[in-house]
């Protein structure tokens, strides 16, 4: 497509159930990468893809958070057990290899 | 990556040209100075990145010192849309091990008024 794709744009869920959250980056793009921004707050780095492989992972705040990438496209972040400080605006971004990222216009999460 | 230094708000009026500062002191020789913003509920949005010589895109222009310590992004023309948090970002561009991460500061909140 276009632009990068996630999806769903919005998701309540309850507190203690798991969620997964969908990136669909510009194809051809080989980086991708996760960010979350709390309401009021600066963007924090989750996780990076080079391809299928994650080589940096720094930033996934608990093992509740995970996340996947096949086909060196399509990624998944997945939270189990969530909970209301989960609540946040989750943001992909993608690039080619070190150029300038372009990024979703996120998925805003709700743990009620 | 090297830290950016900004500050938390500035204002502009509409049709004048917004002049928005970023300190870099500690930037490495391979560290190039991105800008991007963010526009209320929307994802951040590329905005232009240099690493010594100035530039200008259809959206703005990047003035960077001399000795690449501070820059300025200029906004020609700001327009009430231009109203947004700025953000300042160095990275490297080849290699090392920030495998190209952007680490976002709290930017500078830019208020453009009628």
């Given at each position: 497509?276009?632009?990068?794709?996630?999806?769903?744009?919005?998701?309540?869920?309850?507190?203690?159930?798991?969620?997964?959250?969908?990136?669909?980056?510009?194809?051809?793009h080989?980086?991708?990468?996760?960010?979350?921004?709390s309401l009021?707050?600066?963007?924090e780095?989750?996780?990076?893809?080079?391809?299928?492989?994650?080589?940096?992972?720094?930033?996934?705040?608990?093992?509740?958070?995970?996340?996947?990438?096949?086909?060196?496209?399509?990624s998944?972040?997945?939270?189990?057990?969530?909970?209301?400080?989960?609540?946040?605006?989750?943001?992909?971004?993608?690039?080619?290899?070190?150029?300038?990222?372009?990024f979703?216009?996120?998925?805003?999460?709700?743990?009620? | 990556?090297?830290?950016?230094?900004?500050?938390?708000?500035?204002?502009?009026?509409e049709?004048?040209?917004?002049?928005?500062?970023?300190?870099?002191?500690?930037?490495?020789?391979?560290?190039?100075?991105y800008?991007?913003?963010?526009?209320?509920?929307?994802g951040?949005?590329?905005?232009?990145?240099?690493?010594?010589?100035?530039?200008?895109?259809?959206?703005?222009?990047?003035?960077?010192?001399?000795?690449?310590?501070?820059?300025t992004?200029?906004?020609?023309?700001?327009?009430l849309?231009?109203?947004?948090?700025?953000?300042?970002?160095?990275?490297?561009?080849?290699?090392?091990?920030?495998?190209?991460?952007?680490?976002?500061?709290?930017?500078?909140?830019?208020?453009?008024?009628?």
């Amino acid at each position: 497509g276009a632009g990068v794709s996630q999806s769903p744009s919005n998701k309540v869920t309850e507190k203690g159930k798991d969620v997964e959250l969908r990136c669909d980056p510009i194809s051809g793009h080989t980086a991708l990468y996760w960010y979350r921004q709390s309401l009021g707050q600066g963007l924090e780095f989750l996780i990076y893809f080079q391809g299928n492989s994650a080589p940096d992972k720094s930033g996934l705040p608990s093992d509740r958070f995970s996340a996947e990438r096949t086909g060196g496209s399509v990624s998944t972040l997945t939270i189990q057990r969530t909970q209301q400080e989960d609540s946040a605006v989750y943001l992909c971004a993608s690039s080619l290899a070190f150029a300038g990222y372009t990024f979703g216009s996120g998925t805003r999460l709700t743990v009620v | 990556d090297a830290k950016t230094t900004q500050p938390p708000s500035m204002d502009c009026a509409e049709g004048r040209a917004a002049n928005l500062p970023c300190n870099h002191s500690t930037i490495s020789g391979n560290e190039y100075v991105y800008w991007y913003r963010q526009i209320h509920s929307q994802g951040p949005q590329y905005i232009i990145h240099g690493l010594k010589n100035n530039e200008t895109n259809e959206m703005a222009s990047l003035i960077i010192t001399e000795d690449r310590k501070s820059s300025t992004l200029i906004l020609p023309h700001a327009t009430l849309r231009d109203t947004a948090v700025y953000y300042c970002i160095v990275r490297a561009n080849a290699g090392g091990t920030s495998y190209g991460k952007l680490t976002f500061g709290q930017g500078t909140i830019l208020t453009v008024h009628p």
